[in-house]
């Protein structure tokens, strides 16, 4: 069975700081991996995706993460925390499950982003 | 692309009573998704449409639950006798099949839903 473990269910930064949330997946098949991020009252909006392309992968809003299949993790990072970064980040796993594909969740962090 | 659109944004109900949820996929998308998402928690698989047909169900869905997808096109989720333990975010999902399983899902922004 695939799932995600999300360390930390808050993270409080600086803005202008790094901000680093943390995913550990678990996954018998290589697996895809996701992040998102959801807003107060709306749903998900895809940050990035790893789909064995590249071990680092680029999403929007100046986020990065990357993949160490020796660490099965997947952490997501920015190098400086800007005010409007404050919202939940969501980290996903995705697989084939019986000939559908099978999102997994985890269960969020919320970060917080201090001026 | 207009986006997943889900209706309504929020629903208050009585204990008992019968409430139906609607979603508007992106139109060239043939999966659907519904999920549940409680305060604190990431969002929980609750069914998925290939097209008109529903392949899979979550043992959260109880037989209160129930999903359509007519033609493949907009489905609703339709909740008998709500319980209070039902209160929580409905999100809806799609996403296209490209015959692989790392296609993105895109959410609509949910329909909350209080049991009183």
């Known amino acids: 069975a695939q799932s995600v473990t999300q360390l930390g269910s808050h993270v409080s930064v600086s803005e202008g700081a790094l901000v680093l949330l943390r995913c550990n997946y678990s996954s018998s098949v290589p697996p895809y991996l996701f992040w998102y991020v959801q807003y107060p009252n709306q749903g998900l909006q895809l940050l990035l995706k790893y789909t064995s392309a590249a071990t680092l992968v680029k999403g929007i809003n100046g986020f990065e993460a990357e993949f160490k299949k020796s660490e099965t993790s997947f952490h997501l990072t920015k190098p400086s925390a800007h005010m409007s970064d404050a919202a939940e980040y969501f980290c996903a796993v995705s697989s084939n499950s019986g000939g559908y594909q099978k999102v997994t969740f985890g269960t969020g962090t919320k970060l917080q982003v201090i001026p | 692309d207009t986006g997943v659109s889900q209706d309504p944004r929020h629903k208050i109900t009585k204990r008992g009573q019968n409430v139906t949820f609607r979603c508007d996929p992106i139109?060239?998308?043939?999966?659907l998704y519904w999920y549940r998402q409680t305060l604190g928690q990431g969002p929980e698989f609750l069914t998925y449409f290939q097209n008109e047909a529903q392949l899979e169900k979550s043992r959260l869905l109880s037989d209160r639950f129930s999903a359509e997808r007519p033609k493949g096109s907009f489905s609703t989720l339709e909740i008998q006798r709500t319980e209070q333990g039902d209160s929580a975010m409905y999100l809806c999902a799609s996403s296209l099949d490209r015959g692989i399983y790392n296609s993105p899902l895109h959410f609509g922004n949910g329909t909350r839903l209080t049991v009183t």
């Open positions: 139109s060239e998308h043939n999966r």
